[in-house]
């Protein structure tokens, strides 16, 4: 009997948790990050009319790394994006990140890289894993969500 209400009770509570995920269609969380310069920059300041592309990483992710690897080498194809590069690292480790890995999207200049030091990038997005991209239309709302690397070229596509 308590292995039966335990297993209730777990359920319940992972429903909760999955049932937290933007869905599509969800309005952009609104959010303040903060510039590499050290300035504040809030997701109410992303405007409407261009598609946004925010991507959640960590510069010591393999995954992430080779993300952004893959989105430099088709910077081309993302001049009608706005893209928001957003990490809880310090900032030699995003230097770093984007030395090695990244250099042709940050010199980009629809590209903002952004820190998350408040720690509120999870409990608004809810991320499953590293990397986690966002695309929102041009008004704001999730077109597309996921966590696998594998889905870029689907993020390529919903861009154009």
């Known amino acids: 009997m308590k292995k039966i209400i335990f297993s209730l009770i777990l359920c319940a ?11 599509q269609g969800s309005v952009l969380p ?21 598609k946004a592309l925010l991507m959640f990483f960590d510069a010591t ?4 790394q080779r993300t952004a690897a893959n989105m430099s080498k088709r910077t081309k194809e993302l001049k009608n994006v706005n893209i928001y590069m957003i990490t809880q690292d310090e900032q030699r480790s995003i230097d770093y990140f984007f030395t090695n890995y990244g ?5 980009l200049k629809n590209v ?6 408040d720690h509120v990038f999870i409990p608004l997005f809810h ?6 991209l966002y695309l929102y239309d041009t008004a704001k709302k999730l077109t597309f969500y996921s966590s696998n ?12």
């Open 149 to 160: 690397e594998k889905d870029l070229p689907k993020f390529f596509d919903l861009m154009k």
């Open 61 to 64: 992710c393999e995954h992430c």
């Open 127 to 132: 991320p499953k894993q590293y990397p986690s």
């Open 13 to 23: 509570f992972s429903t909760i948790a999955f049932s937290q995920a933007l869905l």
């Open 30 to 50: 609104t959010a303040v990050f903060y510039k590499t310069d050290g300035n504040a920059y809030s997701t109410s300041q992303i405007a409407k009319g261009k």
């Open 112 to 117: 903002t890289i952004l820190q998350d030091r």
């Open 103 to 107: 250099k042709p999207l940050q010199a």
